[in-house]
């Protein structure tokens, strides 16, 4: 009987994270939804790239790499501040994610009592607005991907 519970919970935990990167997968990420701002349009600058830990930073070179055109520079928050960034029409943008933590009982919870997620955001220094991918996931080197996508075509945009 015990297995059997363990086998069932394993099988609703592997179809909710199957879902959740589909949302990922199918989230149309543009200026009209909200996720991109609107004078990304043509952006011609270079992008801030907010580090965080290694294993995420990784997964972020490689999609820009691949994804992305643009000039981009990797800074940390200290570097923010620093006078050499402090031109806001050449480093407008910043792109960092966001980290929630969920806390609680349920199936996906249930060896450490806490759950992970994350989204991806641009922050518009000269607004100071920022615009969110607006679903956390798991998976975040897809959604980075396509997020990356995204705000290429965006920034090709005249």
Request: with cysteine; hydrophobic share 35%.
């Amino acid at each position: 009987m015990k297995r059997k519970s363990i086998f069932y919970l394993f099988v609703l935990l592997a179809s909710v994270l199957i879902q959740i990167q589909c949302i990922a997968q199918t989230t149309k990420y543009n200026v009209k939804s909200g996720h991109i701002p609107p004078d990304f349009k043509g952006y011609d600058h270079t992008l801030l790239v907010l580090k965080h830990e290694r294993s995420w930073n990784k997964i972020a070179e490689k999609a820009l790499k691949a994804n992305y055109t643009g000039k981009y520079v990797f800074v940390s928050r200290d570097d923010i501040n620093k006078p050499e960034y402090s031109d806001i029409t050449e480093y407008r943008f910043i792109l960092t994610k966001n980290n929630y933590i969920i806390a609680g009982r349920g199936m996906d919870l249930m060896v450490t009592g806490k759950a992970a997620t994350e989204d991806l955001s641009v922050f518009d220094r000269k607004t100071s607005k920022q615009y969110s991918t607006k679903n956390s996931t798991s998976f975040i080197g897809k959604q980075f991907k396509e997020y990356l996508k995204a705000l290429e075509q965006t920034r090709q945009e005249k």
